[in-house]
């Protein structure tokens, strides 16, 4: 059964720390994605990486930034969290193309006070 | 970059009943791809059904099937003798060779289903 893990379901972090959130796919694809999902804005692309130590911005990667040193795994980098950093962190993974199904990880809810 | 517009936010519908979940796109592409997500609450994102644009015949799951209008780039999602199950987030998504790796994204339409 193929598999996307996230590190955490639930995260609640202080404003200004720096948080890691980290994603495992074990079904050796080459593309590894990070969206945030919002209510009302659907799922926003911040990174994605194509192979390991590539990584490509997507639509809104002002305030992170990723990590991809082996081929399974995929991180979110908040340098810096803000209030306006919590949400939900969803993880993807998928073969090359913009038309393989992405598979997606149980996701993280971020909580920034 | 290409828009997916899901205009329904909400929808319901009764147990056994049918119910379509309606998608738009912005595309000048002629070789793309679609695809309709569920997402359960508090559940994984996965994938209902994928449509390749090239192809005429809609595409069919199960009880999905999609009507996909490429003149019109309409994609609607039908889903028929509705369950309880299928209570989620539905997110419509599109692909293409030319976007790279990259899904474009609608902003989801929750679907209840009345016992």
């Known amino acids: 059964d193929v598999k996307v893990t996230q590190s955490s379901r639930y995260l609640v972090k202080r404003t200004g720390e720096k948080v890691f959130l980290e994603c495992v796919q074990d079904?050796?694809?080459?593309?590894m994605f990070w969206y945030r999902q919002d209510p009302g804005l659907g799922l926003r692309l911040i990174y994605f990486s194509y192979d390991v130590k590539m990584k490509e911005k997507g639509d809104i990667p002002e305030g992170y930034s990723v990590s991809r040193e082996k081929k399974e795994r995929f991180s979110l980098i908040l340098e810096s969290a803000s209030t306006n950093q919590t949400s939900m962190y969803l993880c993807?993974?998928?073969?090359?193309?913009?038309?393989?199904?992405?598979?997606f990880g149980p996701g993280t809810r971020l909580t920034v006070l | 970059a290409q828009t997916v517009t899901q205009s329904q936010p909400e929808m319901s519908v009764q147990e056994a009943e049918t119910v379509t979940l309606s998608c738009t796109y912005d595309t000048s592409e002629s070789d793309y791809y679609l695809f309709w997500y569920k997402q359960p609450p508090s559940r994984q994102m996965i994938l209902v059904i994928r449509?390749?644009?090239?192809?005429?015949q809609n595409a069919t799951e199960n009880r999905f099937s999609v009507n996909f209008q490429k003149a019109a780039k309409s994609f609607s999602l039908k889903i028929s003798d509705s369950q309880l199950g299928d209570a989620a987030m539905y997110f419509c998504a599109y692909g293409s060779r030319s976007t790279g790796n990259q899904f474009y994204f609608g902003t989801g339409t929750s679907l209840t289903v009345i016992p």
């Open positions: 993807a993974s998928s073969r090359p193309g913009g038309y393989n199904e992405q598979f």
């Open positions: 079904m050796d694809h080459e593309n």
């Open positions: 449509q390749e644009a090239y192809k005429q």
